[in-house]
């Protein structure tokens, strides 16, 4: 089972998710903001945007807007947008 062990806020609605299996993408919530849904609708607010936190491994807000570990890193790894922390440069 695929957790976020850490996020950072990159830019504007991007944030730099690191999954349990050492890989980590940049994950752009843009789209789902512009979905408009009631429990999104506050991450248009930068301030309360960047006030996302950790809970059992899920993506989370105080609104109780939670997003699955799983879900993010399967789109990522669709996107090929998900780099391993132990590629060699």
Not at 68 to 87: V, Y
Request: glycine share 4%.
């Amino acid at each position: 089972m695929i957790k976020i062990t850490q996020a950072q806020h990159v830019q504007h609605r991007v944030l730099r998710l690191h999954f349990s299996d050492d890989s980590y993408g940049d994950y752009d919530l843009q789209p789902l903001i512009d979905r408009q849904t009631e429990l999104v609708m506050p991450l248009n607010d930068e301030p309360y945007f960047k006030q996302f936190f950790l809970e059992l491994g899920a993506l989370c807000w105080h609104n109780g807007l939670e997003l699955s570990p799983g879900n993010i890193h399967k789109k990522l790894a669709d996107q090929q947008q998900l780099h391993s922390r132990t590629q060699v440069a």
